[in-house]
Nanobody, 124 residues
Framework: QVQLMESGGGLVQPGGSLRLSCVDS????????AAWFRQAPGKEREFVASLSRSGATPYYADSVKGRFTISRDNTKKTLHLQMTSLTRDDTAIYYC?????????????????WGHGTQVTVSS
């Protein structure tokens, strides 16, 4: 079973950085590819980044490419999202999720388990 919990969100000024973490309290984290999604008010949930089970082959949405870095530590059952050069457009609830696929822009239905999300607000 997989149980995901995000942390690390908060209020940050434009141009700032945040590091999100997602811990799996279950026992099978390394069996899954992992991803980050986000959802801004009034918008659909959108793909941010994905990573294979081994941690190779990250894939990013064009909107975050070059600014965000996805990584994982399977020994600690943890997924990270390092976010830099944040803009107001990055304001959203950020969700981690795991599933069977990675390496492309996933859609939400392709993920099997979700965390409850962590709020990221970029504002001066």
């Amino acid at each position: 079973q997989v149980q995901l919990m995000e942390s690390g969100g908060g209020l940050v000024q434009p141009g700032g950085s945040l590091r999100l973490s997602c811990v799996d309290s279950g026992r099978t984290f390394s069996d899954y590819a992992a991803a980050w999604f986000r959802q801004a008010p009034g918008k659909e949930r959108e793909f941010v980044a994905s990573l294979s089970r081994s941690g190779a082959t990250p894939y990013y949405a064009d909107s975050v490419k070059g600014r965000f870095t996805i990584s994982r530590d399977n020994t600690k059952k943890t997924l990270h999202l390092q976010m830099t050069s944040l803009t107001r457009d990055d304001t959203a609830i950020y969700y981690c999720a795991v599933g069977r696929h990675a390496g492309y822009a996933l859609t939400p239905v392709e993920l099997d388990y979700w965390g409850h999300g962590t709020q990221v607000t970029v504002s001066s």
